[in-house]
Each structure stands twice: as C-alpha cells, then as structure tokens.
C-alpha cells in the first residue's frame, strides 16, 4: 500500500509540475503549440511554439528551448525581431496575406535541430491596379508616299518630246488622280487602277498623244509581265513616278 501511495503522489507532483511549466510557456499570446513534446527539461524532439494563423499586422509571438537559437522565416518578411535568453524568442509580424515558414536553427544537448512553424497570414487582398490601356495611336500610312523611281521619272520625260505640254499635264492629273485614290484606299486591285485609269483618260483629248499613250501602255505591260507591277506599292510607285516624269515636262 506504500509503494501505491508512493506512485500516486509521484504522478501528482509530475502532473501538477507539467501544468506549472505549460502557463510559464503559454501564455495567453502565444497560441497553439506546434511541438510534438514538451519544449524545457531533457528535450528529446524539441519544436516551436507559436500560432498557426495570424492576421496582417498582428504579432505573432513564438518560442523555443535552446542553449542558442537563429530565427528567419521564408518568404523574408522586414518585421521579425528575436528576443529572450539564448534567443528563445521571436516575434513577426506580416504585411501581406500568405502562407510563411518560420525556420529555428537550434542548438540543443551538443545537436542541431531544425524547426520550422507554419502561419498563415489572413487579410485583404493587395488591390489589383488596373492600368489603363494605351490609346491607339494613328495608324501608319500604308504607302511611303514619296516615293518615286527616279529613272522611270527621266523616261517619261523623255517619251513627251514633241507633245503638246498641256495636254501631258492634262494626262498628268490623271495619274496624279488615281494615285492619291490608292494612297487612300480607294482603289485596292490592280483591275481597279487600270479602269479608273482609262475612264479618267477617255474624259480628255488624246489625239496627238499615240506615242506618249503607247509608250505608257508597253512599260506597264512589260511591268506585269516581269512580275515588277503586283502589289499597292507597285503600282503607287509607278504611277506617281509617271505623274512626275509628265509634269517634269510639262513645266510644273
């Protein structure tokens, strides 16, 4: 009956010795205890004692047994501090909302140990900034307008000799005509230019312009033919540049 009493109050005084010990490290701010065991006396698997949630801004406050510990925490946060005898004792606190990891490194009965807690950090959101979309800017021309080609320029000059000038500026506004329509858009097809060209030729006097006429008609033939009059560009360039050769002659 003595040894029973003996036992009975062996378990008294370790229970009631346990629970002295469990207020000296949790207290009311420090939450739930992440630690598989028992943090001071022989430790045989230490951990840390901290809580598992905290909001932003709030401290969160942990704790552990050491002869020397190192704290840090993944993702780095600016508001941890380490406190306390040995460095026991840290305390953080989140600026944005996630999920961290608390690591200890420490320094126990001549071992190292590892410890990690994991918090999350419950909060608002970041506010999404929008960004407004940039405006559209004016759209580019499709043509280098300015271009010419300035042999093709010399040539129908050449090909006017012996032409009423007049009459070559009449037949230059014409090409000048059906190129500004390209430039536009108006016209988009090579069947389109070469009938917009004709119709505007029959709204003037040809006679005594067979030579100019025929020499224009070959060179365009001869373009297409060689595959040098396919695109837009093509026949802008080639209009324009016989727009100029004619009014190079006819003095304007």
Known sequence: MKSVAKVLLLLTAVVFGAIYIGESLLPEPYGVCNAPGPLLGALVEPGIIGPDAVEIGELARMETAGEKVKWDCIPQIADGQTYGENGTKYVASFRKPGVYTVIAAVYLQEEVHILQLE???????????????TPPGPEPD??????????????VATWCKGTSKRKVKEVAQVFVTVSSEIASGRLSTTGEIINRTAILNKEINLVGMNNLMTRIQTYLT?????????????????????AQGLNQYAGS
């Open 222 to 242: 001869m373009q297409a033919d060689s595959g040098s009059l396919v695109t837009l560009q093509d026949h802008l360039t080639v209009w324009k540049s016989i």
């Open 142 to 155: 499709p043509f280098p307008i300015n271009i010419v080609d300035p042999v093709l320029v010399e040539q």
């Open 119 to 133: 918090i999350t950090v419950e909060g608002p959101p970041e506010p999404v900034v929008v960004v407004p979309p």
